[in-house]
């Protein structure tokens, strides 16, 4: 085993193509050490390894002239469905969601993992990736004869790697308010019925052959892991259900992540004490149904001067989650400081997903997923001209820059599909 | 500076546009429309998008009876006149969406709020999306604080035929006749590809493949020229008779209305389309269904006003432009399904390339509506980077002048010259970034939302009442 380590640290010291030392650039670190203006970030085997200013250029290595331009940390494309889709209204094409289908007593199957799905010769990726997205958190769904407890899905870095995309732990996507009332037998105190049923059984305190049992023995076993601590991530919006969430789960020594929160800067203060981060939609301002009544631009901004840890969801999970980031720009615009901003598209997703020691960050020691950018990473009019993953400069290239090349051009005498 | 003559022009415009209602008849539905009340404002030193393509920096902007009077620097300000400083600010037309299902989809999505596809037939050119209009929908104030003036309001793509589209301004009422764009001509929702296809060939129906959907589209047509033609034949027997040729006695009121076709909802709508009272608005990705709806027009002599959604435009865009079709299409939004996988964010950029390309940025999202501005700027962010025109002063033509030339009230908005309306927003800065703010909204020179003033915040009924408790 020492010996294989070794190896692969020999391997990951001598491979050029993950050193490069970034220079002169706007550093946003979306951390501690917040932005470092005309400072070097050194990455060698693909890790960060020095951030500063004027730093040292060791011998051979590869130089990158940043000319003052912005540098962030890989954006998180949100609780996605990259490489689990490839065409959302093709279910051939759909992986993210478990039906069981039929009438039958309802179950839970916590136990379904969607990263198992993750497909990261995905097409959506390197499209993803050239709006500066590096990292996602696949999230596990319901559908028809489903359960509000969807499942587990975890994050993976966008970088079509398929050895090494999967970081960090499992998440269990749990689904509540009127959204999962189908799972609920219409009414959303069920819910809590039924979440209480099946967190009794994985608690050992239904013997395994009792009727109406929700869960498998392996969802017993996979929610006993996740009530011991697990992270466990709740879909809610309604200020009232939030409250409730909040009281459930401190009953049941559970320290849930909320997405959704629509309604959530009206219980600001009970989610600071909660110690919670709550992940929104910035772009959510209408009453979309009456669980998001109390839907305002501000949210994140409340819910930040509150001291509330605030993270983003993309206004779209899947093919044009880069709209995360106009959506970052617009909580800013609407009164959230700017570094709250970036880290809510940045750090707190990582930190609250449990891979903050790899991404999220441009600090020594993290994975080196880097987006440089030509103006205001928060802008919509900004692009990023370089994508860098594990210090590996990405091709700058998708599918649709390839339709773009091919029809940019005047026609020739060929048909465009003897372009390349 | 003032244009007298051109507003009396204007506003003869409006009285004789067509109505395209049932034969002979005016509209049944008619505009209730009035402009709110307003006093003359003078905008001053103000960097103005004028929507024809100029930019005026340090210029002066005045709007009185509703109009705009002048552009240009030291107007002069009339006596009654509220001047505003706005040194620092960006002036553009106020915004238009060409597709927008507000109040007929409207928040919250409840399920009696849908409201914006008769699907219970694949061809129903009979509805009319104003007849479902939800004038509280509270997306209606929100666009109004995007900086949207006017708005099109189209039933939904899942029929071949939708009905009757409706272009309003963005004015808080209680009824939708009151939000109704005066004389504007109706819109014609079609809807190519895999949509109809899925709607009713899920259900075992027709028409189940895009054979059916053309089929479908030509059948109706068929009908509704043979309709046609029986009602220009009376129309021809009846000012014939009406000229007194022949000195026939006059034929009895009675007996003229038995002469007369039965009259037909549906075909009088395509009736208008073929001729082109009505202008046709087709919901259709592909480029090569877009080719289809072409041949289509052609067949039967209608004119196709806008593509929309086109993801695939740029792979037509000099077809689009040579035929003065213009293409309603998003900055960005792609592969939700098969027809959407080759969008491409530089679409709107290619479309707008050729001489008379008529690109049009839109929304079709209560969401989108409310931040076209920005949606521009992710067009012009592409469109420099392959070296094409992203200047403001010709993007703003992607959401006030185009949309207003497909939706045929571009007499009436969508640029700031002396005597159209006064459709006009103040922003904080250049509109075309995500930190821009619409700070005044003024339709028909009245100020109808202030970012910094509460008491010109509309407010939907339904959105009453919800801070009551403590």
């Not at chain 1, 993992?113 to 499209?127: C, G, K, Q, R």
């Not at chain 1, 880097?370 to 590996?392: C, I, N, Q």
């Not at chain 2, 399920?111 to 509280?136: K, L």
């Not at chain 2, 030339?405 to 459709?423: H, N, P, V």
Request: proline share 6%; net charge neutral; aromatic share 6%.
């Amino acid at each position: 085993m020492k010996r294989i380590l070794f190896a692969l640290a020999l391997v990951a010291g001598t491979a050029q193509a993950q050193d490069v030392l970034i220079r002169h650039a706007t550093v946003h670190t979306a951390g501690s050490r917040g932005t470092l203006k005309n400072a070097d970030v050194l990455v060698q085997g693909g890790i960060i390894r020095a951030v500063g200013a004027n730093l040292a250029v060791p011998a051979g290595m590869r130089v990158f002239e940043a000319g003052g331009k912005p540098l962030t940390p890989g954006l998180f494309a949100g609780l996605s469905g990259i490489g689990l889709e490839e065409v959302s209204a093709e279910s051939s094409t759909v992986d993210s969601s478990l039906g069981m289908g039929g009438k039958g007593p309802p179950q839970m199957r916590p136990e379904f993992d969607v990263t198992l799905a993750y497909n990261p010769a995905s097409m959506i990726v390197p499209v993803a990736r050239l709006g500066g997205l590096t990292f996602a958190g696949l999230s596990a769904n319901s559908t028809d004869g489903g359960s509000l407890i969807a499942g587990q899905g975890g994050v993976v870095r966008l970088d079509g790697d398929p050895s090494a995309a999967m970081i960090g732990p499992r998440l269990l996507f749990i689904n509540l308010g009127s959204g999962a009332d189908g799972y609920s037998g219409g009414s959303r105190a069920g819910q809590y019925m039924l979440l209480d049923q099946a967190f009794r059984e994985a608690r050992g305190l239904t013997p395994y052959a009792s009727p109406n049992a929700l869960l498998t023995p392996a969802g017993r076993e996979t929610m006993a892991r996740y009530l011991a601590g697990g992270r466990i991530v709740c879909d809610v919006d309604r200020a009232a259900d939030i409250r409730q969430l909040l009281e459930f789960s401190r009953k049941n020594g559970l320290h849930p992540i909320i997405t959704g929160g629509a309604e959530a800067w009206k219980v600001a203060a009970q989610l600071k004490a909660a110690n919670a981060t709550v992940f929104i939609h910035p772009l959510q301002d209408l009453p979309s149904g009456f669980d998001q009544l109390g839907s305002r631009l501000d949210n994140a901004a409340l819910l930040a001067k509150a001291g509330v840890r605030v993270g983003f969801l993309s206004p779209d999970a899947t093919h044009n989650s880069r709209k995360i980031r106009q959506g970052a720009g617009n909580a800013v615009a609407n009164g959230l400081p700017w570094e709250a901003g970036l880290a809510a598209i940045t750090r707190v997703p990582a930190e609250a997903l449990g891979v903050g020691d790899k991404v999220g960050r441009i600090e020594v020691g993290l994975n080196a997923d880097l987006v440089l950018w030509d103006g205001d990473p928060l802008e919509v009019s900004t692009l990023a001209t370089s994508v860098w993953m594990h210090g590996k400069a990405m091709p700058m290239r998708s599918r649709q820059t390839e339709l773009l090349d091919r029809y940019l051009k005047a026609p020739g005498p060929l048909p465009r599909a003897y372009s390349e | 500076m003032f244009q007298p003559a051109l507003v009396v022009a204007l506003a003869a415009l409006t009285a004789t546009a067509s109505a395209a209602g049932p034969i002979g008849n005016a509209d049944p539905y008619p505009s209730t429309y009035h402009a709110i009340a307003s006093t003359p404002v003078l905008l001053r030193h103000a960097t103005v998008l004028t929507g024809t393509g100029e930019r005026l920096d340090d210029s002066d902007l005045l709007m009185s009876d509703g109009r705009i009077v002048a552009l240009g620097k030291d107007l002069e300000a009339p006596a009654n006149a509220t001047v505003i400083d706005a040194t620092g600010k960006w002036v553009t037309p106020g915004i238009i969406d060409v597709h927008s299902h507000l109040g007929v989809y409207s928040s919250p999505g409840v399920d009696a709020h849908s409201d914006g596809n008769e699907m219970s037939s694949p061809v129903t050119p009979n509805v009319w999306a104003e007849h479902a209009i939800w004038p509280q929908d509270p997306g209606f104030e929100a666009a109004l604080a995007g900086g949207v003036t006017s708005m099109q309001i189209l039933p939904g793509s899942g029929n071949l035929i939708g009905g009757r589209g409706v272009t309003v301004k963005n004015v808080p009422s209680v009824t939708y006749q009151a939000m109704k764009f005066p004389g504007a001509p109706w819109g014609l929702k079609m809807a190519c590809g895999e949509n109809p296809k899925r709607v009713y060939g899920g259900k075992g129906g027709s028409p189940m493949t895009r054979m059916g959907n053309v089929a479908g589209y030509r059948a109706a047509f068929i009908e509704a020229q043979s309709y046609m033609r029986d009602w220009d034949k009376y129309m021809a027997g009846q000012a014939k008779a009406g000229s007194g040729e022949g000195k026939k006695k006059k034929k009895s009121d009675a007996k003229e209305a038995e002469d007369a076709p039965t009259r037909d909802l549906g075909k009088e709508t395509l009736m208008g389309a073929m001729k082109g009272d009505i202008r046709v608005h087709i919901h259709c990705y592909r480029a090569d269904e877009m080719a289809i709806m072409l041949d289509l027009a052609k067949e039967f002599g209608f004119k196709v006003a806008a593509f929309h959604h086109g993801v695939e435009a740029y792979k037509i865009a000099d077809r689009l432009a040579a035929e003065g079709v213009c293409g309603a299409l998003w900055a960005d939004w792609w592969g939700f399904k098969m027809e959407a996988l080759d969008g491409i964010q530089e679409n709107i950029a290619l479309v707008d390339r050729p001489v008379n390309g008529c690109a049009i940025v839109h929304s079709d999202s209560s969401e989108g509506i409310q931040r076209l501005n920005q949606e521009a700027a992710k067009v012009m962010a592409q469109s420099r980077r392959i070296g094409l025109d992203a200047s403001p002063e010709h993007a703003i033509r992607w959401l006030t002048a185009n949309p207003a030339k497909a939706l045929g009230i571009e007499s009436q908005t969508g640029t700031l010259e002396a005597g159209k309306m006064a459709d006009v927003v103040v922003w904080n800065g250049t509109p075309f970034s995500v930190y821009a703010h619409a700070e005044k909204v003024f339709v028909d020179g009245a100020l109808l939302y202030d970012r910094n003033d509460k008491a010109r915040q509309p407010k939907s009924d339904f959105m009453l009442g919800l801070g009551v408790s403590p």
